[in-house]
Every structure is written in structure tokens, then in C-alpha cells.
């Protein structure tokens, strides 16, 4: 953190985000703190997708599902060293910053921290589709490990009542492929079955896919959707493009005539 009095001068914990995929996306400020360090480590995915950084770094891959110990052992090797985790995306969205400086602040920790911000799958997946966020929106996780189903539901409700734009991150899983058809009849309550949606698989690195549908048409059919998938639901005043994009309009129009 803004460098407490550190017990070592040395050591220093960054949690990066690494952005959604090639090294393209990740910010100036990711790139150098890898290259700072000794240690870097984080799920084999997203390893690879830095793997031009990590010679000469000691590499310690990951596995999903064990985030409270990689955070201890991140931790304790802060103390001395250099050690960057990486995570996708933006560390503080549904990514690893939050436990870690958790388990840190239940230990009463003094290691210096850090957390650098990447380009989230929100504004990775918009980019490709035109501009379908612009203003106000909501994300929200259909992941029901950390956060109760029925809360998840709750939250959808209350999101889609607003009319806004939202994205639906870990929208289908093996474990849980029905998540996102009750998140679409949530959503049904409260718009029209002609309401734009674009699905944005592996925004920014390989096997990139656009399409834009409608939640209609979803409904009825949402295979092409999986978990390296971000569903983009449009607001009341989403449209489709003529060439196939997806705009919501932020009130120009309102204001002046163009
Ligand atoms: N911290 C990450 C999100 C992790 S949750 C971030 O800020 O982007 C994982 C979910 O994010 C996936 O299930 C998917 O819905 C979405 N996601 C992450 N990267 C993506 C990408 N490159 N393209 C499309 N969706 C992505």
C-alpha cells in the first residue's frame, strides 16, 4: 500500500491485472512491475499469456480454487521478494485483489502492496461491439461459489428494473449451466424479448468471437454461451447498428440535433 513503514525494503506484493488477453491490452504500469520481479504467480491461463515476460522469473503456477493459500504464500514470500500474482482482467473485479489484501489485513500485515488495474472484460468485450455500456451499467456475476443463488437473483432483478445496460460475467459453467437461462427470465420481466444482446467470447486473445442477438433469441437458444464468454444485455435505449454493432445512445440526442 502507499508504503507503509514496510518491515523489509525489498519485498513488495503487486497484484496486476494482465488485461483480457494479449499483451497488447495490458497497461504500461503491468508490463513493467513484471518485470521488476522475482516471483510471478497465477492460474497457467494467464501465465501464458505474458509467457514473452516470465524468462529469468521464478514462475509458480497455480491452480483454480486455492486462492486463500496462493494469497498466504504470496504473503509470506513479500516479505523479501518481489512478487507479482497476476490476474485477468482488473485485479478488483471478481479478480484476486480482494483476498489478497483481506488475508493480509486479518494478519495485521506491514508488506508493501500494491494493486494494478488492467482492462476488464466489460470494457474489453463493449470495445469489440461498438459501444453498448456509455454510460451508466451494472456487472454482475452469475457465479454462485462465493455469493448465494438466491442473492444473485435478487441482484438481477433489481438491475434489470433499471433499464441499463448490463454484463453478466461467469455467465455458464459445466457445473452450473442454468444460471444464465434464470438470469434471462429475470431479465424477460422487465424488457422485451427484442432487447439487443452481444456475446463477446475470448475478447483480446485466441479463439475471439462477436455475435449480437436478442434476448428473445437467447433464451431459446444460449449454447454458444460458456465461462470465457461476457453477455452484454442491453437497456431500454440499446440499439442494434445497420452494420451489426451494438450502441446505447448516452442523450447527445437530447441535447443536440446531429
Ligand atoms: N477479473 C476479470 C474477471 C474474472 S471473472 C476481469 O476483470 O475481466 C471471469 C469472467 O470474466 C469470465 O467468465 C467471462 O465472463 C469474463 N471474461 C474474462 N476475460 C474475458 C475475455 N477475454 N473475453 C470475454 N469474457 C471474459
Known sequence: MPPSPSQNKSGKLSVVGIGPGGMAQMTGRAVEAIKEAEYVVGNAFYLDQIAPLLPGKEVVRSSMGREVDRAK?????????????????????YGMASIVLEVLDRAGETVDWEVVPGVT????????????????????????????????????DLAFQMGVPIVLYNPKSHGRPENLGRA???????????????????????????????LGALAEDDAAVDMRTAVFIGGKETFAMKDGGMLTPRGYGRKYVY
Open 184 to 214: 434471462l427470465a429475470i431479465a424477460a420481466r422487465h424488457l422485451p424479448p427484442e432487447t439487443p444482446v452481444g456475446l463477446v467470447r475470448n475478447a483480446y486473445r485466441d479463439g475471439q468471437e462477436t455475435a449480437t442477438t436478442t
Open 73 to 93: 504464500a504470496c504473503i509470506d514470500l513479500a516479505r523479501d521478494h518481489r512478487v507479482v500474482m497476476v490476474s485477468g482482467g482488473d485485479p478488483g473485479i
Open 121 to 156: 472484460a466489460s470494457c474489453a468485450g463493449a470495445s469489440l461491439l461498438g459501444s453498448p455500456l456509455s454510460g451508466d451499467h451494472v456487472t454482475l456475476s452469475l457465479s454462485d461459489l462465493l455469493t448465494p443463488w438466491e442473492e444473485i437473483e435478487h441482484r438481477l
